[in-house]
């Protein structure tokens, strides 16, 4: 989502890392970029971020926060010609959106996802994005993390 503070606009995105019982990561391929992303999206007008980070965890991989999400971290993205400031959230309470509490298929409605799964930290896919593995990394090992995306 992009806001206007004066003649200069703002761009405010989410990310997830979402943990299943084996600190597994759940990453996401989108059907217009190249690489593994971790889950997440824009906040929208009036939303809050968190609010904002369960939503798209939920449309983007049919995953459900069950409680409040940790904000882990705040980040920059200044490559854009926007500023783009990302909220980074940890999920480890979740549960599978649908009846049968398995995961999704793969595209998404939308056809923005064309894939979706777990994958172990020290076992990540070699088309990771590097800032998703950077934070990953920054995170695994208890680092302070670079302010920038």
């Given amino acids: 989502m992009l806001f206007q ?11 997830v890392i979402i943990l299943d019982d084996e600190n597994a990561v759940f990453l996401v ?17 009036g939303e809050l971020p968190v609010v904002a980070a369960k939503r798209e965890m ?26 783009d400031y990302i909220a980074c959230y940890v999920v480890r309470d979740w549960r599978w959106g649908n009846d049968e509490g398995v995961p999704s298929t793969f595209p998404s409605d ?13 076992a990540l896919p070699p088309d ?3 800032a998703t593995r950077t934070r990953l990394e920054e995170w695994r090992q ?3 993390s670079a302010p920038f995306w």
Avoid at 5 to 15: D, E
Avoid at 110 to 122: A, M, N, P, V
């Fill in 142 to 144: 208890g680092r302070e």
């Fill in 128 to 130: 990771i994005t590097r």
């Fill in 29 to 45: 391929k989108h059907s217009y970029l190249a690489g593994w992303y971790l889950p997440g999206g824009g906040v929208e007008r």
């Fill in 58 to 83: 939920e449309e983007e991989t049919g995953i459900v926060c069950t409680s409040n999400p940790e904000l882990w971290g705040l980040f920059l993205n200044d490559k854009l010609m926007v500023p």
């Fill in 5 to 15: 503070c004066g003649f200069r606009g703002v761009s405010v995105g989410t990310r």
């Fill in 110 to 122: 939308d056809g923005e996802i064309i894939e979706g799964r777990f994958f172990r930290l020290e």
